[in-house]
């Protein structure tokens, strides 16, 4: 149920905004209403208590009445059965009028009673009999007042015996308003509570249903906003760690909805992208170890051929020729190392050079390029100095490369050395080998110490030509150093010559 | 053992290398035996019994390494020496010449000197009885 309608909100074919908008306006429009009713009940709830006190008052108008027609009664038999004056003929008179103009004023206000109660049959009923009977009261009081007037005593008391069931009839009728006043009264009262009760329990649910409506609304809202953005979340990592055969499948018809087409379009695009890239690299990779193969098979023959003639195969060498045949020599290794290098930096660069980890020891590595390039150092009368302490641990990594590292930062200090001494050192510290190759050469410019491990750059600029070389070897070091999550620097100044660091640690895992 | 008399079985399909190979070991006083492909390797192996095999491991028809194989599956032919001739910077080349039971390892280009003392090495040391 929560999903279909997290779902049914996200299909909605409208924006983020507009969603959010129809949202907030919802609510409001919620609240309005909930004023509106509150308001609405209040003056009902005022109505009734103006209604109320009305009915009091007709109740004591009722009750007056009927004391009224009570005294009106007695004063007419006590005045027409006793002898009296004109005075209290007079008074009689006033008093029957002075009831008319009460019961008149009474019956306005059980109008406006009836206006808010609604109109009571009986009560009407009652007014009109009180109305009529008191009609033939008066026109009997006047008539019996004039023929006593005029001395026919007996002749009014019997008039007047013969009204008195009609006066009887008048004290009934002005108490039964009275008994049913009192009834409408109880029966308001009734009505009022109850008209309470309705209106609290009014309220209180539209305040309930606003309240659930509005964590209904801003659940579902937020949910159909916020499961795309986890789902493209999720994608996006997909995507950056080079996973392409997912789609987000998002059913919002919202701007999240054009999101998600989007990030699938661009997840198709740099699917293929990839797939022709890493199609390319094959390529690339296999046609230069393909190219290097083939390259290298007539040089290692032309080199081959040549040592046997230097060394005599052949027979004897004329100096001359021997001469032009070293530089053939020379010639042919150096490009056999740049063969090399290319092919090494390529297999770098396609990430297909996996290092075959081993136990080694650093002092063994150490010990081995000192022995490979000891005569070099020799040659241009350099010192070559190892300072390994005994208790270097046993690194694991992949000791060719390692020493390829090395091999290289050796070769580079003896190269670029005219006098002094190239020093290899070695420590761990931290878990980590710590290489240093300092030497006495020329030492780096501050500009030239980035730039000399970039492919083909040699310090102050220069081609590689006058040191021999292919620009190439720092940067397979350092390379070969980041496979094994590790670091390349040097420290230099220009005149006060070079030390290169690298730093590997001591275990490399996979 | 005496250097005359010595045979070498050089497998090598490029003409280039094995005239050089021929060259350096007929002038360091080898007898030397020439095969092109790895059948003709293993052929020659089984009927000229050679003191040592030079195999290039990149050959036309089974390599050098499915070679070797065959020459140290073959109990009467274990005991011969075999040095694995490979490209240089195919990373793991060692490893897979030592797995298919080759004695020694050298990586072109080599120095014809180099060549010279490891074959020596290897015909001093004779051959274990079962390479492991």
Sequence with gaps: MRKWLIQLVARVPATAHAKLLAAFLAMVALLITL??????????????AEALVNLQQKIVSYRELQHDALVQNDSVSTALMVPSGELEYE??????????????????????????????????????????????????????????????????????????????????????????????????????????????????????????????????ISWSLIGPVKQMDAQL?????????????????????????????????????????????????????????????????????????LDKIYGEVPDKIREVLERVQNSGRHLLGLINDVLDLSKIEAGQL???????????????????????????????????????????????????????????????????????????????????????????????????????????????????????????????????RGRVWVQSILGHGSTFWFALPVIVER | MGLMGTRILVTEDNEDNRHILRDLLTSAGYEVIEAVTGEEGVRLAETQRPDLILMDVQLPGFDGYEATRRIKGNLALRQIPVIAVTSYALSGDDVKAREAGCDAYVAKPFSPRDLLVKIRECLAQGTPGAPS
């Design chain 1, 35 to 48: 004023g509106v009713v509150g308001l609405h009940e209040l003056s009902t709830a005022n109505k009734r």
């Design chain 1, 91 to 220: 008074f009689l008179l006033r008093q029957v009028n002075q009831f008319r103009s009460d019961f008149d004023r009474l019956r306005s206000l059980a109008k406006d009673a009836a206006r808010f109660l609604g109109p009571v049959p009986q009560e009407n009923q009652a007014l009109s009999q009180i109305l009529s009977n008191d009609d033939q009261l008066i026109k009997i009081v006047a008539y019996v007042v004039d023929v006593v007037r005029r001395g026919h005593v007996a002749e009014g008391r019997d008039r007047l015996m013969r009204a008195a069931p009609l006066a009887d009839q008048l004290e009934l009728s002005t108490g039964k308003l009275v008994v049913l006043a009192d009834a409408e009264m109880a029966a308001s009262i009734k009505q009022t509570r109850e008209a309470h009760v309705h209106s609290r329990w009014m309220v209180i649910g539209f305040a309930a249903g606003s309240i659930g409506l509005a964590l209904v609304l801003g659940y579902v």
């Design chain 1, 237 to 309: 990592k997909r995507i950056a760690s080079g996973d392409f055969s997912d789609r987000v499948e998002v059913q919002n018809r919202d701007e999240l909805g054009a999101l998600a087409a989007n990030l699938n379009h661009m997840n198709e695009e740099l699917g293929q992208l990839y797939q022709q890239l890493e199609g390319a690299s094959r390529h690339k990779s296999a046609f230069l170890a393909n190219m290097s193969h083939e390259l290298r098979t007539p040089l290692n023959a032309i080199l081959g051929y040549t040592e046997l003639i």
């Design chain 1, 354 to 484: 996996t290092l075959a980890l081993s136990d080694y020891s650093m002092a063994d590595v150490a010990q081995t390029v000192v022995a490979a390039v000891e005569s070099l150092a020799a040659e241009k009368k350099l010192t070559l100095t190892m300072t390994v302490p005994p208790d270097l641990p046993r690194g694991r990594g992949d000791e060719r490369r390692i020493t390829q590292v090395l091999l290289n930062l050796v070769g580079n200090a003896i190269k670029f050395t005219e006098a002094g001494e190239v020093a290899i050192r070695a420590t761990v510290s931290d878990g980590q080998f710590l290489v240093a190759v300092s030497d006495t050469g020329p030492g780096i410019s501050e500009q030239d110490q980035q730039r000399i491990f970039e492919e083909f750059q040699q310090g102050d600029g220069s081609s590689t030509r006058p040191k021999g070389g292919t620009g190439l070897g720092l940067t397979i070091a350092k390379r070969i150093v980041e496979l094994h």
